[in-house]
């Protein structure tokens, strides 16, 4: 949140266009998914299930708060209405009962009773752990204010931390003594009181702010506002009204956090909390850190749109990310959405989720021609085809149309679909804009060599088409293993896969570095499963096609990245090393190297990274950080998270990720999102609330491992998600890593929207098993630099404090 003055009052109806701004991206090559109708779910005879919600395992705690003392000088009043008005929904559409509704208003919403009622939810038998869904809503003021000097455990953006304003909070003009003032409710806190939440009753909570700077909460004056002839408010109390002391919630931090299971994985015991706000709930923010939130005709803003879309028929199709899709709102005010499952169904159980490959799209102007939020940054080429779809719910299996893309730009593309189909009731029902969802079927200019000795198997993977799997590259036979990408072995009816190794790239011209390694796809197929067979090639074509990819500039035109290990300092971490990412002689660049313990599998010593905004153009920069594991074909964002690595015991978990903060927009000209790289400023990947260091491990059986870690760097926010690919092993599961560093920006003009990327190599050697040789590190993806077209694996990954607690020093 952020704010520091009244905020939000009047309300006006204003035509702006629907929250287009941030879904996946596009996906050069995507896996396909069964199309099971979940359970909790009915058929709409068209195709797609609506979920039917089970009121009673619904719980909320509402909080509105118009009346904060001071002879109304603060006062609001739209706060209390909104209050209500939400309560009403979730009674009467999502038939929640009243008994697990707390609702606290004005002089009721005091900071104890705030405080008290989280701790309640968190103690409730009622609420039964991973099935019930937790809802926690406020409107009211809020602030932003100086971090204290003693908090450095804790990331905030400008050194200012946001927080909500209960009811009885002290403001700096009051005559209150010193030991009787009451302080506002720091971010840090409302992170910590998530946690313990989630601890104990699972990770199916939503957190809405109807307040100013509430994007933030999630980590954030504000220019513009609405017609002043509409008697605006604002939802804001300034920062010279309010100081927060070191010792704020001393008490809730130096709780135990006891167990925590961020994952379907191993417990760990966590000393610290980073990572647990995305990670423990969903948050819907009425505005990025560096914006107000409004009220008009006594309503909030964001509050009115996002119930005209919650009552709407439709709203049993919503994820929460296509929840925040669909709500219109003013340029001057952009709700943010944050967190791991903003992917889920609103308000559903946690299986319930969106497919991750279908892509934001929304008409435009021309009626047979769509803006699709993927261009040629994640691969989009012109002539791919799309299948359209109404919802992005994985259980959505009928596609009303399908499209080609016409044009490709740098962060979007356009699409055209028939005449004919421009009639098609789905699109007649919801007008212009609406927002629709494509998913990649057919890659245009992808080839990939397939080398089978068994020719007419080949044939039968190539032609087949009523196995229910489509190729979405081109498979190119070839006749010899030498120009093969990906060989296919038949043994009865046992089909087994290889990577081609001997390739040559400077990535992996020192043979000796990687002998070792398993080039073997690590899962076979039946021959009798052509569908099964198709999916691997895709998954294969995928992941090498986002590896190899180019960006069109260095990155270090925008970024310095440095690779360092790290030593513990107390409850944080500092370098412990020189850069490790050095280029050698005549500018080809050589993997990272590291040793792995030979007993427990694991890295001695936890990774991070340094990265610094050096543009002398743009102001703000995000960035991004991919994984890619070439042994299970995963790629994931990078969390830099808590997980499930038990010490001395290697973890091959792959569900870790961080998803990017979002906010409605235009899919042509995107507003600003909140960034946190700004400029001349550094991110260290290791050392704040959400990003923990990162740790090495080998697999059991396995000597030598290759991972690679991917940056991104753009002038403005993107959307990795239809990058991302799972495990191709399903004893690990799926993969959605997602990592995202983001303060606001100036729009940026089309025509000086700018990326670049950089790939890293890794290679992990279990200890004894032979000797590095003396060569160094990473790549560029720029022009002049090249990637491997499939090198390998998943090693890498985050890992808690615990888990390494032997190698930190006291």
């Not at 149309?401 to 016409?406: E, I, P």
Request: hydrophobic content about 35%; some cysteine; proline content about 6%.
């Amino acid at each position: 949140m952020q704010s520091t003055a009244p905020s939000r009052k009047s309300r006006k109806s204003l035509k702006v266009k629907p929250s287009v701004n941030n879904n996946r991206s596009d996906t050069k090559v995507l896996t396909t998914q069964d199309a099971a109708q979940p359970k909790g779910t009915a058929n709409d005879g068209n195709g797609a299930t609506f979920f039917t919600h089970n009121g009673e395992k619904i719980f909320a705690l509402i909080i509105g708060i118009n009346d904060y003392g001071h002879d109304g000088l603060y006062n609001l009043k739209g706060a209390v209405t909104d209050a209500k008005r939400f309560e009403k929904f979730i009674r009467t559409k999502l038939k929640v009962p009243n008994t697990n509704i707390s609702y606290l208003h004005d002089k009721k919403a005091t900071r104890s009773a705030i405080i008290k009622a989280f701790r309640s939810l968190e103690n409730n038998k009622a609420i039964v752990k991973n099935d019930a869904a937790i809802i926690i809503y406020y409107a009211g003021h809020g602030s932003v204010v100086e971090k204290p000097k003693a908090w450095e455990d804790w990331f905030a953006p400008d050194d200012r931390i946001e927080m909500l304003c209960p009811a009885d909070m002290t403001l700096s003009d009051s005559d209150v003594p010193e030991n009787r003032r009451v302080e506002g409710i720091p971010d840090r806190t409302i992170s910590r009181l998530l946690l313990d939440l989630s601890t104990a009753k699972g990770d199916n909570i939503t957190l809405i702010l109807d307040c100013c700077h509430s994007a933030g909460m999630n980590r954030g004056v504000g220019v513009g506002g609405p017609d002043p002839t509409l008697q605006p408010g604002l939802r804001r109390l300034f920062h010279d009204q309010i100081k927060i002391s070191a010792k704020c919630d001393s008490d809730i931090y130096s709780r135990p956090i006891g167990r925590y299971r961020p994952c379907d994985g191993d417990e760990v015991q966590v000393t610290r909390f980073s990572g647990s706000l995305w990670d423990s709930h969903v948050l819907l923010a009425a505005c990025s850190r560096h914006q107000y939130a409004w009220e008009v005709h006594e309503q909030g803003l964001f509050t009115t749109a996002l119930l005209k879309v919650l009552e709407e028929d439709t709203a049993h199709e919503l994820t929460y990310q296509s929840l925040m899709h669909r709500l219109h709102m003013p340029k001057y005010q952009r709700p943010h959405w944050d967190g791991r499952h903003s992917y889920r169904r609103l308000f559903g159980p946690p299986e319930e989720a969106a497919d991750s490959h279908r892509i934001l799209c929304c008409r435009t102007h021309q009626k047979t021609r769509f803006a699709l939020q993927s261009g040629s940054l994640l691969g989009t080429t012109e002539g791919s085809e799309f299948e359209m779809f109404k919802t992005d719910l994985v259980s959505d299996t009928q596609p009303f149309a399908t499209a080609s893309v016409v044009e490709v730009r740098t962060f979007h593309s356009y699409l055209t679909i028939s005449s004919e189909l421009n009639q098609h009731p789905a699109l007649a029902a919801h007008g212009d804009v609406h927002p629709w969802y494509a998913r990649l079927t057919k890659a245009a200019d992808a080839k990939l060599a397939v080398y089978c000795k068994n020719s007419k198997f080949l044939t039968r993977v190539v032609k087949t088409d009523a196995c229910g799997t489509k190729l979405i590259v081109a498979v190119d036979p070839v006749l010899t293993k030498g120009k093969a990408s990906l060989i296919l072995t038949v043994q009865g009816n046992t089909i087994s896969f290889d990577r081609h190794g001997e390739e040559k790239n400077p990535l992996f011209n020192e043979g000796s570095l990687v002998k070792g390694f398993p080039w073997k796809i690590p899962r076979t197929a039946r021959a009798d499963d052509i569908a099964f067979v198709r999916k691997i090639i895709n998954y294969y074509a995928h992941f090498s096609y986002h590896l190899t990819r180019k960006s069109p500039d260095h990155i270090k035109k925008f970024v310095s990245i440095k690779m360092i290990k790290l030593v513990g300092a107390g409850s944080n971490y500092k370098p412990a090393s020189e850069d490790m990412l050095q280029n050698t002689a005549g500018g080809v660049s050589q993997p990272v190297q590291v040793e792995v313990d030979p007993e427990s599998g694991i890295s001695d010593a936890p990774y991070g990274f340094i990265i610094h905004n050096v543009c002398k153009v743009y102001e703000h920069l995000y960035v991004y950080l991919l994984y890619f594991d070439a042994s299970t074909l995963q790629i994931g964002m990078v969390g830099f998270i808590l997980l499930p690595v038990p010490s001395r015991s290697p973890s091959r978990h792959p569900d870790i990720w961080f998803s990017s903060q979002k906010s409605p927009g235009d899919i042509e000209n995107p507003h600003p999102v909140d960034s946190r790289l700004g400029k001349n400023s550094q991110l260290k990947l290791f050392e704040s609330q959400d990003m923990t260091p990162i740790m090495f491990s080998l697999p059991k059986g396995q000597d030598v491992d290759i991972c690679f870690f991917q940056f991104f760097v753009a002038t403005e926010s993107i959307d990795l998600e239809s990058m991302l690919q799972s495990s191709i092993l399903p004893e690990l599961g799926a993969t959605r890593a997602a990592f995202r560093m983001e303060t606001s920006q100036a729009p940026v003009a089309p025509d000086a929207r700018k990326w670049a990327s950089m790939t890293i190599p890794v290679v992990q050697k279990r200890r004894g098993h032979g000797v590095f040789p003396n060569t160094r590190h990473s790549t560029e993806t720029g022009n002049s630099s090249t990637h491997p077209s499939t090198r390998n694996n998943r090693t890498s990954r985050a890992a808690t404090p615990s888990s390494y607690k032997k190698t930190t020093s006291s």
